[in-house]
């Protein structure tokens, strides 16, 4: 009697022991999403406008976030950022705008002293409010940045 009670309380124990390991596995570990602090844009000679990284709370790579703009009030799609120095092309009504990622501390990571460039052949829209978004990959917004050109 007692060596059975001991079984099934070892095949308890097993069967939780391996619920738990196999939730690791599949769930992967929880990440935090970061929030991203994002300098006051600066409109460039070119017509282009700078945006600086000011801060990050978590420190992790540029490939996990998305970039998307609003201009007036259409907002654009989302477009994954892939490496540094790369232009993305972001579709907003119509209109293609180039988002650049630099990472200026060659980390891999997207943290303070990073910046975005924002362009478009031909320049910006003149007197347009626009707005930067800076997407985590659940595509919630980490960070914005808001200018009138």
Request: glycine share 10%; no cysteine.
């Amino acid at each position: 009697m007692v060596i059975v009670v001991v079984v099934i309380v070892v095949a308890i124990a097993l069967s939780a022991l391996l619920a738990v390991m196999l939730a690791g596995i599949f769930m992967g570990p929880q990440i935090t999403r970061p929030a991203v602090a994002l300098g006051t844009p600066v409109t460039l000679p070119d017509g282009s406008v700078r945006i600086d990284v000011v801060s990050a709370s978590q420190r992790y790579p540029g490939g996990v976030y998305s970039a998307n703009l609003e201009v007036a009030s259409t907002v654009g799609a989302p477009v994954d950022i892939e490496e540094s120095g790369v232009p993305l092309s972001v579709l907003v009504g119509g209109q293609a705008y180039n988002v650049t990622w630099t990472d200026l501390g060659r980390s891999v990571f997207l943290d303070a002293g990073d910046r975005f460039t924002v362009s478009r052949a031909g320049g910006l829209p003149a007197a347009t409010n626009m707005t930067f978004y800076l997407l985590w990959a659940d595509e919630s917004i980490v960070g914005t940045a808001t200018w009138r050109t």
